[in-house]
């Protein structure tokens, strides 16, 4: 199985950034920082996330800082249980 690799333009890199910027210019950062630290307490409460995932959508949280509160929960979790483990 072959895969068609795209061509890298730096010039695609630049104006991509130039537009996270810009987006996270014009959000509201306290309501994204409000939803993030919402969607870590579902997180670590083991409820569904669906939910609080949409909201930080709408609000026009990243990918990137939405990945970031899964692994923080996860590596509290990992922490945690390692650390009640009684051998």
Do not use: I, W
Request: charged share 40%; glycine share 2%; hydrophobic share 30%.
């Amino acid at each position: 199985m072959e895969v068609d690799l795209h061509e890298y333009r730096q010039e695609s890199v630049e104006e991509q950034v130039r537009r996270l910027r810009k987006v996270k210019r014009e959000r509201d950062n306290r309501k994204v920082v409000q939803l993030l630290k919402e969607l870590e307490g579902a997180a670590r409460a083991e409820k569904n996330v669906m939910p609080y995932l949409l909201e930080c959508c709408k609000a026009y949280a990243t990918v990137g800082e939405m990945t970031k509160v899964f692994k923080r929960s996860t590596e509290n979790s990992k922490n945690h249980l390692s650390s009640n483990r009684s051998y």
